[in-house]
């Protein structure tokens, strides 16, 4: 008998999602202007973990640099005024990027986490107010909660379902419901969990508020891939690094704030740039209005005159465009990871959180498995897959609530891992749930992005099905002793 030719799975994935093709200009794009992916032969995977700069954003900003002579910012001088035009340009087109002309106030920070940090020791705080976490929080929103504890508020988590990882709406709602009227209550969110991808309802920011919340939505995954409009969704405050939206500058991040929440802040210390007026002998200081009371020292200013050059990139690029296609590779990855079967009938990879990409962003989080359902060690996977030019992010991804959440680790597990080891490091409790408890919270992440295309999924595609039939795989010849936490070498 004849065989039939194997459809070629590029003719087969535009069949299937013909809108695909609405994105070929992002094809001309990478070999354009990110040709140094395909000049190395990589399939970079982690744009959740960094976006990639274009090269024409880096020339662009050169010719600015190179331009004029830039100073400090603090001055009236005309190198110290050119810069400060430039720094309120990038202002003004973050303002307008993210629809928030009128009503916000953008102030710089270095990254994400510096504007979440800014929420955490300005907020009211108070015995009798609260701060709600999603237990889907990365780890620059989950420290949020020591300020809330030194302040005497409550905290509580909100739970995750299982296996989708999406919020519990139920519980939720109930815990919006549960606020003392008058005293500050801060529910903070991500719109895009970094660990599974999973996009909360952004209609969860006027519920909250509707109920006496103030909300903080760290949108730090979710803006690279997806349009935020904050005149639609007007949360009190946002959180975001600009390398993530589009890789360069890095050092550059943005805490956007609902004026109506600024005057909520208040701030626990000044710096220079900060104050209007400060003495040494009255050790009295007016704090300056607006984003100025919050820029600490002097700002990124080199670098913050990138910004507006990435949100023009991103602009032509078109954000549509690239949720578009990132939606479509998301969508053809997982059929195939599901659809991925050792030679036992069993599957071979478990992904974490939803299935299909209705609510879910371009993250697929996922743990690969023997033929007889032992974890293969993703610390191992990702060393493979580094072998062959591939760039995977593995572990937690500093987001601890979800791995807890559909491992079933315990509060138990957490503390007897503690009382046996005081000094405790992350790598080593995954080791020691792993063992013990046959738990794996680590994982394996890919995400994509604005250079994402076709053959880079279709690499990560193949280099999974080479995993089929695999055994245990294990780190070198090393493997790891749980009685003496020593990573023992064959003989010794
Ligand atoms: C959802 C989310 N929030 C916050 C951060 C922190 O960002 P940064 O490290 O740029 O401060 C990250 C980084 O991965 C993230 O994914």
Redesign the pocket.
Known sequence: MERQPRADPYQVFLAKYPEYRSTAHLDDLRAADYSRLDAGGHVYLDY??AGLHAESQVRLHTEILNAHPLGNPHSASPTSSRTTDLVERARAAVLEWFGATADYTAIFT???????KHVGESYPFAPGGRLLLAAD??N??NGIREFARAAGASIAYAPLTVPELRLDMAPLDSMLCAGTPGVPHLFAF?A???FTGVQHPLALVTRAQERGWDVLL?????VSTNRLNLHDVPADYV?V?F??MFGYPTGV?CLLIRNAALAKLKRPWFAGGTVNFATVGGRRHILAPREAGFEDGTLNYLSISAVEIGLRHLAAAGIDAIHTRVTCLTSWLLEQLIDMRHSNGRPMARIYGPMTTTMRGGIVTMNFYDPEGHLLDYRRVEELAGQQHMSLRTGC???PGPGETAEGITDEDVAAALAAHPNLTLPLFLQMIAHQGGKGAGAIRVSLGIASNFADVQRFVQFAASLRDQTRLTMGEASFDIESCRVIRDGS
């Not at 270095?110 to 979440?116: M, Y």
């Not at 760290?218 to 979710?222: L, S, T, Y």
């Open positions: 959740t973990g270095l990254n994400a986490t510096g504007a979440l929080n990365h620059s929103v991500p895009q969990s970094n760290d949108a730090a995954a979710f959180s690094s390398y993530k991040g991804f500093c987001n």
